[in-house]
């Protein structure tokens, strides 16, 4: 079982993959995001009954994955962990929608299954494609291209300090969890008593630390805007690319590539 440490470190190691030195870490933020929320769009644009027409997608974050040196399995594992809210999504498909689609071998399969594997699969893609948009741009960079796309800058500040912070509470917590385990050897002091107790020691923790933080960023001149040591400029390599994708994006959306793929090897075969 893994440790609260364990948990820990592994909450920021997707964040710490987005300072590799690759193609698609060069790449510019801002281009990296519209192309994934265009991925998005276009993956959940296709009918409920869809399924053959989404597998080219996989494509897409597998080159992400290949050229910006991300480990699939670890998309993967976080995708998994999750994933029952899409299973829980699209559970009950199976019930409501009970028109036979196709029959297979004579295995009947319902409407409701096939909408239920649709869902499954547009929710590894769209999950995949921003993690794997965090893996090479860094959640700073993201909001930094929020911030450049119009995005109100008090609702991106909001957000790049929620996620900056959570770290900070989890220091906290772990710091917390470190003094009890000492204290009862990792046995004793489990119960609901002192669950409750730790609660309160971590909210006046954290109002402690909130106030040290806001104070500091007064003292540093924080107006409420984000502002980058980094400068960012999109260049012909991400117009050429952004240019490819979205050829790419367009092309699979409108011609079935498996249908087509297969009905070649038949004709083969």
Same mark, same amino acid.
């Given at each position: 079982?893994?440790?609260?440490?364990?948990?820990?470190?592994?909450?920021?190691?997707?964040?710490?993959?987005?300072?590799?030195?690759?193609?698609?870490?060069?790449?510019d933020?801002?281009?990296? &995001? @519209?192309?994934?929320?265009? =991925?998005?769009?276009?993956?959940? #644009?296709?009918? !409920?009954?869809? /399924?053959?027409?989404? %597998?080219?997608?996989f494509?897409?974050?597998?080159?992400?994955?290949?050229?910006?040196?991300?480990?699939?399995?670890?998309?993967?594992?976080?995708?998994?962990?999750?994933?029952?809210?899409?299973?829980?999504?699209?559970?009950?498909?199976?019930?409501?929608d009970?028109?036979?689609?196709?029959?297979?071998?004579?295995?009947?399969?319902?409407?409701?299954?096939?909408?239920?594997?649709s869902?499954?699969?547009?929710?590894?893609?769209?999950?995949?494609?921003?993690?794997? &948009? @965090?893996?090479?741009?860094? =959640?700073?960079?993201?909001?930094? #291209?929020?911030? !450049?796309i119009? /995005?109100?800058e008090? %609702?991106?500040?909001?957000?790049?300090?929620?996620?900056?912070?959570?770290?900070?509470?989890?220091?906290?917590?772990?710091?917390?969890v470190?003094?009890?385990?000492?204290?009862?050897?990792?046995?004793?002091g489990?119960?609901?008593?002192?669950?409750?107790n730790?609660?309160?020691?971590?909210?006046?923790r954290?109002?402690?630390?909130?106030?040290?933080?806001?104070?500091s960023?007064?003292?540093?001149?924080?107006?409420?805007?984000?502002?980058?040591?980094?400068e960012?400029? @999109?260049?012909?390599?991400?117009?050429?690319?952004?240019?490819?994708?979205?050829?790419?994006?367009?092309?699979?959306?409108?011609?079935n590539?498996?249908?087509?793929?297969?009905?070649?090897?038949?004709?083969?075969?």
């Amino acid at each position: 079982m893994l440790t609260f440490d364990k948990e820990y470190f592994n909450l920021g190691y997707l964040d710490s993959l987005s300072y590799k030195d690759t193609f698609i870490h060069r790449l510019d933020p801002r281009i990296k &995001l @519209i192309l994934s929320f265009i =991925f998005i769009i276009t993956v959940v #644009s296709f009918p !409920k009954y869809e /399924i053959s027409g989404l %597998f080219p997608f996989f494509l897409f974050p597998v080159l992400l994955s290949s050229l910006g040196d991300i480990p699939l399995k670890l998309i993967a594992k976080k995708i998994l962990v999750v994933s029952p809210f899409a299973l829980f999504v699209g559970i009950f498909n199976p019930l409501l929608d009970t028109k036979v689609m196709y029959n297979i071998g004579g295995i009947l399969i319902s409407g409701g299954w096939v909408s239920f594997f649709s869902v499954i699969i547009k929710f590894f893609l769209t999950i995949g494609a921003a993690l794997l &948009l @965090i893996a090479t741009s860094s =959640f700073p960079g993201i909001c930094y #291209s929020l911030q !450049k796309i119009g /995005i109100p800058e008090i %609702f991106v500040s909001q957000l790049l300090f929620l996620y900056r912070y959570i770290f900070v509470l989890m220091e906290e917590t772990m710091k917390i969890v470190r003094a009890r385990n000492m204290r009862s050897f990792e046995k004793n002091g489990l119960g609901v008593k002192v669950f409750i107790n730790l609660i309160g020691i971590l909210f006046i923790r954290t109002l402690e630390r909130s106030e040290q933080i806001y104070q500091s960023m007064l003292s540093r001149g924080f107006k409420g805007r984000i502002e980058t040591i980094k400068e960012y400029r @999109i260049s012909r390599a991400d117009i050429f690319f952004a240019a490819i994708t979205l050829t790419a994006f367009y092309l699979l959306r409108k011609y079935n590539l498996t249908w087509i793929f297969g009905n070649l090897i038949k004709g083969v075969m």
